[in-house]
């Protein structure tokens, strides 16, 4: 079974940072691109970054451009995201998804429940 397991949220002071991990399972995440996306409560889910592992291309965000970085372990089959001088609107639920998009995300492996982000002031 293809599956995506995200973990590493919690409770962050803004100003703080906190290191999030997509970890793949049923497939290898080197052959798909594999992206993050949050939910804040009442809003859309949206796009946050994205990373190729095989030609090395990322994305991000201009919201999070600069704070957070992608990237990939291969030999772990892992993806993270470093979020640094969290903000408290980067609060929300956040997501992994094989997928740079949020309507192609979610297709080939389901949505999972993601992990929670708050950041307070």
């Known amino acids: 079974e293809m599956q995506l397991v995200e973990s590493g949220g919690g409770l962050v002071q803004a100003g703080g940072s906190l290191r999030l991990s997509c970890a793949a399972s049923?497939?290898?995440?080197?052959?798909?691109?594999i992206g993050w996306f949050r939910q804040a409560p009442g809003k859309e889910r949206e796009e946050v970054s994205c990373i190729t592992s095989s030609d090395g291309y990322t994305d991000y965000a201009g919201s999070v451009k600069g704070r957070f970085t992608i990237s990939s372990d291969n030999a772990k089959n892992t993806v993270y995201l470093q979020m640094n001088r969290l903000k408290p609107e980067d609060t929300a639920v956040y997501y992994c998804?094989?997928?740079?998009?949020?309507?192609?995300?979610?297709?080939?492996?389901?949505w999972g429940q993601g992990t929670q982000v708050t950041v307070f002031s």
């Open positions: 998804a094989v997928g740079c998009s949020t309507t192609i995300a979610g297709l080939l492996v389901s």
């Open positions: 049923g497939f290898t995440v080197a052959d798909y691109a």
